[in-house]
């Protein structure tokens, strides 16, 4: 009869449970495995979340139960939501950055989608509704169907850019963090209801629009980055009441606006001359064929 030694035993049965581990770690599939593409994604969704959480406690409740709304915590609570979808748009900008350098995981596109639809679909509708509320109680009702308006945009402008392959370097319709820089830009102007609520549906038609947007790259995401730091500057200037800092707000909001209209000009000027062009090469092309013939 063999005695096995009881320390010789403890080490088999250690040998075999880290192998057991290893087994499984290397079983795992790849679609539970995070990048670090996918943590910035997940503090993109974060920031969505929290953005909702500050328009909800520091607006609607004090607008609803009557306290605090028309002192400094309404519009630094706005000031704060706002701030966080920018960061959100950061997180956005730079996850796309990583993953194009570093590993990618599987459902790190899904992730994408889905934390962009907290943020730049849940977050603004969020923000369009309470403004509503707060502005007038008799505009609320259309305000949730502006507010839904803008949240459906954003979910057909996703659907449909995991379905469309576009041409490299260019996006079919507003980017969803760009529209939804916008709406709460016109939300913040603070302009006449019915203007606001124009603005806001103009800005979802865009986003599910086929107007080509030039993809965040190189300069242009350096651009993109200077401007949002930028943005959370005059927000924080807004919400301590430092000197000129509703003005500046209010100027920066109007820019905001002002590139969300004039971009889709230059857009479709350029594919309008492009088909002029194409349509004279065209045309030359069948002369020259005409004059070869006897």
């Known amino acids: 009869m063999t005695v096995i030694d009881p320390d ?18 290397e079983e795992m599939p790849l679609s539970l495995r995070l990048s670090i593409a996918d943590a910035l994604t997940l503090g993109n969704a974060t920031c969505g979340f929290m953005a909702v959480y500050f328009t909800t406690t520091g607006i609607l409740i004090p607008h609803l139960t ?8 309404a519009r630094h609570s706005a000031a704060t939501a706002v701030i966080l979808m ?8 730079f996850d796309g950055l990583v993953a194009r350098k570093l590993r990618s995981s599987p459902m790190g596109a899904e992730l994408d989608n889905l934390s962009d639809l907290i943020s730049f679909g849940l977050a603004p509708a969020y923000f369009v509704l309470v403004y509503g509320m707060v502005a007038d109680d008799a505009h609320q009702k259309v305000s949730a169907v502006a507010a839904i308006v803008v949240l459906l945009a954003v979910v057909l402008r996703l659907a449909r850019f995991s379905c469309v392959t ?5 996006f079919q319709g507003m980017p969803s963090p760009f529209g939804a820089l916008t709406v709460v830009s016109i939300v913040l102007l603070e302009l006449p209801f019915i203007p606001t609520l124009l603005a806001i549906i103009g800005t979802a038609w865009l986003m599910v629009s086929r107007v ?13 980055l200077s401007w949002i730091v930028g943005a959370m500057a005059l927000l924080a200037a807004w919400a301590f009441d430092a000197p000129g800092g509703a003005f500046l707000l209010q100027a920066g909001c109007a820019l905001q606006v002002v590139l969300g209209a004039v971009i889709p000009l230059f857009a479709t000027a350029r594919r309008v001359n492009t088909f002029r062009d194409n349509r004279r090469e065209s045309r030359e092309a069948r002369q020259a064929e005409a004059a070869q013939l006897p």
């Open 8 to 25: 010789t035993r403890a080490a088999e049965w250690v040998a075999d449970a880290e192998a057991a581990q290893a087994e499984e770690a």
């Open 66 to 73: 009557g306290s605090g709304v028309e002192t400094g915590m």
């Open 86 to 93: 920018l960061c959100a748009a950061v997180f956005d900008l």
């Open 166 to 170: 576009m041409k490299d370097g260019m």
């Open 212 to 224: 080509e947007y030039p993809k965040p790259r190189g300069v242009l995401a350096v651009a993109m």
